[in-house]
């Protein structure tokens, strides 16, 4: 599968090419349209995406707002709350030409070839995953006329409201995964994430419909029970096996590598933040010695692991501690930061979190107990997509959950402060639970310089080039949502 991935990968890349060459190159015994399978698999790497975005939007800045990992350089925004606007809207730059077009492509083409509804299911539901990204980190974005340039002839799309994103989105949801039973769709293989199977499609759709359900407590509980309850009745995640993530291998640049991996090959400076560490280390967490590893020696010894506090610089750092350099502390280990990792979306284990929260909220979804038991198990266990090497024995995940049991009386914090740990590497998820739930508690850094006044930032800005370039839509957006800041909250993160 993986030399099938490089073929058809290098195969749309030439294709692109070729732009203005198209009556030179036309053969007309072979068809003009490229195998929405095909598509398929290069959506699904784009939704991945590449070093560029993953750099900037997930890493610079929400890695280090979430405190996963922090750092002295000063290009690393999200640390100190400053504002590069190339940086924070690399996710929309990357994702709008890549995965969002392709999508939409995708759309008209399974309709004008009359092909099943499963196909057609799949591919909806990774649309709505990848604009729910957008929205979550932006806010109003195009969504009704997005991606339709060529096949409509909208150049400048209108930015539709969240609330309007999010009704869609969830009706696009449960749609798509009532349209799905079981069996092999007819992606086939060309599926790289879950291989045609609709089952573990149906479960990830309801499973995206209880997070995106999740995500209107704070600005409509009653449709948030609603939804959690919709979702949970179609059938989520039932194990790992049901895991939302596409592998990736060590290839050509720009073709089937882990962008996160991209960025740990070209930048040495992030290290694992003190809040991070200090809360594995707390709980003698057996996940810590796979994710860092010391810089200096390379000890994984958990006593060893030394966080870095976020918000400092060089010279803040000597004058706190009389060292310039940052060897002393932990960096990510060498098993997570491979090429070939995997880009994990959602876990068995989120689901899980999300379950023992919904029957505290609202009593639904079976015991919370269990749940977080069930998670914290899932979560130590989702590390093996690693390799050997990141594998955790049932005996030291027992011996956590004896150490480190649930607590009913503190049970919302500790779950998404659990939820916080799993989706390390996967900041785009990290921070939007945490503007939702306001879990786990971070205590804010106050950088000089910085833009938002000391407190972490609530969202990402938009392209620059859209003031320009579709500035009538642009500015509907800010005088309907507010000012284009880090500090404006998005429809569903009220105060």
Known sequence: MKKSIFIVLFALLISACDKGFEDLNVNPTKPTQVSVANKLTAAQLFASSERYDNWRAGLIYQSTMMQHFATTAGYWSGDKYTWNRGYASSLMDRYYENAVKSLEDMLVQLDEEESPEEMKAITRIMRVFVYSRLTDLYGDIPYSEAGKAVLEGILTPKYDAQSDIYADMLKELEESAAALSSGVSGFGDADIIFNGDQGKWKRLGNSLMLRLGLRLIKVDPTAAQEWATKAIAGGVMTSNEDIFYVPHTIGPEGVNQNGNGEVFQADGNPRLSKTFVDFMQAGNDPRLPILGSRRGDGSTAIADLQGFPNGLDSQMLMDLTGEEDTDAYAEPSAIIKGLDAPMIFQTYAEVEYMLAEANVRWGIGGDAETHYNNGVTAAMKTLSLYGEAAVIDDAAISDYLAANPFDPANALE???????????????????????????????????????????????????????????????AIDRQGSDELTTRVWWDVN
């Open 414 to 476: 500790q779950i998404n402060t659990q939820y916080w740990a799993v989706t390390f590497l996967n900041e785009y998820e990290s921070f939007a639970n945490w503007r939702r739930t306001g879990f786990p508690v971070l205590t804010p850094v106050n950088y000089p310089g910085n833009v938002t006044g000391g407190t972490i930032p609530r969202r990402l800005s938009y392209s620059e080039s859209e003031q320009t370039n579709n500035p009538a839509n642009y500015q509907e």
